[in-house]
């Protein structure tokens, strides 16, 4: 029996379904990425982004009417509204959280799906296999090079745009010991790409202060199994909060090699009667020392951020000030995104004034401003010889392959042998473009 996940979202939904499909294999599945082919079909989805709810609204449509002419199972999972579930618990024949997940083998036996495994041992299947927690449930990691890490889950921060308090709830970190023994595995097994997952990593033990290390400790951890395994690794994680990020943090990260020089600092605004507006409990001028910081001590460092255009109540006015920000930063990235009402979030409450043509104008003029400051950073480094991860053979250029800088700039190689892909390989950079890269293998 064959069984298809579908994961929608940011990189936690991408480890949830890594340890989803180790659950559902351990009952006897195989996995597949044709859904065709599929007797069990399910979705991680994404309750953040109403791009992403309306794309499960597709697939469960599709795979409902098969049902008409094969036996399907289909379930749902994932950051998920509650009113988001109301409405799939009608579609999906199973919807679980992600704390149920041990539960799953059982849910599967209940509604009619019979393996031989399932026959002998689902109704034993947590206790032996340890499974007595989330955290517990050894992924399937996707790639043998890369890997993602949850080290914290939840918010507790209330930005009045954002639903994850809703669908993730508290912020719990996980224990330190099971995230550092996960990444001695990892390190063991050669993975070139670790990068540590959360609402707010770097929140992480404040939840249990008494008797957790904090972010800083636990990234000290981290740089000590480095240095200590002669493995080559880069270590990165997302997302951080402006509010949690200490001087300590960046000062860890400047002391080993194994922790990448890379800031994903969501900014969201670069107006502080909007921050407010928002909820942020940071200003600009916060962000800015905290931006100085990571010039003064990881000099290299590539810096991305998050913004919003279109948030409610936004004037013009407001949209320069952000532009003014992203020039004095000078963002090597930034994803920038159309504001919409999420239920359950406090700004679903109030106007969404801005028009869909004013947010596709704003998003238009940001990402211009963006182009701007990555290719000035992206020019200086023609010439440079530099090492970089070869992450897959390039699909619109045959014989080259994607790469990415310790930076996580895109760097596009041509004349590239395919067995390289999750290699670590030493490039010259020999042309910029506006958002990446081109190199030759040195």
């Known amino acids: 029996m064959k069984c298809c996940v579908i994961t929608l979202g940011c990189q936690m939904n991408q480890s949830d379904s890594e340890r989803i499909s180790s659950v559902i294999e351990k009952v006897g599945f195989t996995m597949t990425d044709i859904e065709e082919d599929a007797d069990l079909i399910g979705v991680v989805a994404c309750s953040v982004r109403q791009k992403a709810i309306d794309k499960v609204y597709s697939k469960i449509n599709k795979w409902n009417s098969w049902k008409e002419k094969r036996p399907l199972v289909t379930f749902v999972s994932g950051c998920i509204l509650p009113a988001d579930e109301k409405k799939f618990l009608n579609l ?147 997302s951080p909060h402006p509010r949690d990020m200490t001087r300590e943090v960046i000062e860890i990260i400047s002391s080993y090699d194994c922790l990448a020089k890379q800031i994903h600092l969501p900014l969201q605004s670069g107006d502080n009667k909007l921050l407010r507006k928002m909820n942020r409990n940071h200003n600009v ?77 704003r998003l238009a003029r940001l990402t211009e401003v963006l182009k701007r400051t990555s290719y000035r950073h992206n020019e200086k480094m023609v010439g440079q010889k530099i090492k970089v991860l070869i992450e897959k053979k390039d699909q619109r250029l045959s014989g080259a392959v994607a790469a990415r800088t310790e930076g996580k700039l895109p760097v596009r190689i041509e004349n590239a042998p395919d067995n390289i892909v999750g290699t670590f390989q030493e490039v010259e950079i020999i042309a910029a473009s506006e958002l990446s890269l081109s190199g030759s293998l040195v």
Request: proline share 3%; charged share 25%; with cysteine.
């Open 92 to 238: 999906f024949d199973l919807l679980f959280r992600m704390n149920q997940l041990t539960e799953l083998p059982n849910m599967l036996t209940q509604s009619g799906i019979v393996t031989e495994y399932s026959v002998k041992k689902s109704s034993s299947f947590t206790k032996e296999n340890d499974l007595t927690d989330f955290w517990q449930v050894k992924p399937n990691y996707s790639k043998t090079f890369e890997a993602f890490i949850p080290i914290q889950n939840g918010c507790d921060k209330f930005c009045s745009f954002c639903a994850v308090p809703y669908t993730r709830g508290k912020e719990v970190s996980r224990s330190s010991d099971e995230i550092l023994n996960e990444i001695k595995q990892l390190v063991e097994k050669d993975v070139k790409s670790i990068t540590l997952l959360g609402q707010n990593v770097n929140s992480y033990g404040l939840d249990r202060s008494n008797s957790e290390l904090t972010f800083a400790k636990l990234l000290n951890e981290i740089g000590i199994i480095g240095e200590s395994s002669n493995k080559d690794f880069w270590v990165y994680f997302t």
């Open 285 to 361: 001028e916060d962000y800015l020392k905290i931006i100085s910081d990571i010039r003064e001590l990881l000099p290299s460092a590539t810096i991305f951020t998050d913004l919003i255009v279109g948030f409610c109540g936004e004037t013009d006015e407001q949209v320069a000030n952000t532009a003014e920000i992203m020039l004095e930063v000078e963002f090597n990235m930034a994803y920038i995104a159309k504001y919409s009402p999420r239920i359950g979030a406090r700004s679903a409450r109030w106007e969404d004034d801005v028009t869909h043509k004013q947010k596709t104008e």
